[in-house]
């Protein structure tokens, strides 16, 4: 018998038994939920973006090329916290840590939320 795959690529796969992440495999049935935030944003964007204001603020006593390179640099820094998440998943299971964590791209990272939120729907019967 073949088993529905929900997900399955970027070293994750979800089925209607189990969440393989690339570090951990779990049963759904011990998942609470899964999450997908992204934390660089306060790490790396914030102080990006200080950068920019920084450079803004001080254009007149920068040379033409320092201040480019300050604001393309934040500018990236910007763009990659906004590409980069982390899943997190809230299992009953876990009495170590809190939660696990696994980073990719947020585009990635919500399939595998949706996956997950589909095979419980699909566990519970009703329609994924």
């Not at 049963?27 to 944003?41: C, D, H, I, K």
């Not at 696994?102 to 589909?118: I, K, N, T």
Request: a positive charge; glycine letters at 8%.
């Amino acid at each position: 018998m073949n088993r529905p795959v929900f997900y399955e690529g970027g070293g994750f796969r979800v089925t209607e038994t189990l969440l393989r992440t690339p570090r951990k495999t779990y049963a759904l049935e011990r998942v609470e939920y899964v999450s997908v935030q992204r934390p660089l944003v306060l790490f790396v964007g914030l102080p990006a973006a200080g950068l920019i204001g920084f450079t803004f603020g001080f254009w007149r006593y920068l040379h033409l090329s320092e201040a480019v390179t300050l604001v393309a640099v934040s500018a990236c820094a910007i763009a990659a916290s906004l590409v980069f998440g982390v899943l997190r998943v809230h299992s009953l299971a876990l009495r170590d840590d809190e939660v696990a964590m696994s980073f990719g791209p947020v585009a990635r990272l919500r399939s595998v939320r949706a996956a997950v939120e589909r095979a419980m729907i699909w566990r519970q019967g009703g329609d994924a």
